[in-house]
């Protein structure tokens, strides 16, 4: 059984079949009116792009706040691994700690 898709592949997945149930109805090799066609599929394209754009702002500010996470954690451990060079050899911690 295959899984099912999930998020953008998922959206991308019920597009292509909209699309497909339109041409089964409506194709012109059918007997459909070709006119008739063209417009549901650019209403179904339509459809999608104004999803889209509903989704895209909240796309990127997932984004933004994944890479300042990224960026924050990056810094700290940055100023971490200073902190711990400059400890003595001999303190727990130090990055050149080691008990014999």
């Known amino acids: 059984m295959r899984p099912r898709p999930r998020g953008e592949a998922r959206r991308l997945e019920q597009w292509a079949a909209a699309r497909r149930r339109a ?25 999608r792009v104004r999803a889209e754009q509903r989704i895209e702002p909240l796309r990127h500010s997932w ?18 691994n200073r902190v711990r060079s400059a400890l003595p050899r001999s303190a727990p911690g130090a990055r050149r700690f080691s008990q014999l």
């Open 23 to 47: 041409a089964r109805r409506l194709h012109p090799d059918r007997g459909g009116d070709p006119d008739e066609f063209v417009r549901a599929l650019a209403e179904i394209d339509a459809a």
């Open 63 to 80: 984004l933004r706040a994944l890479r300042s996470r990224h960026a924050l954690r990056r810094r700290v451990l940055t100023a971490v």
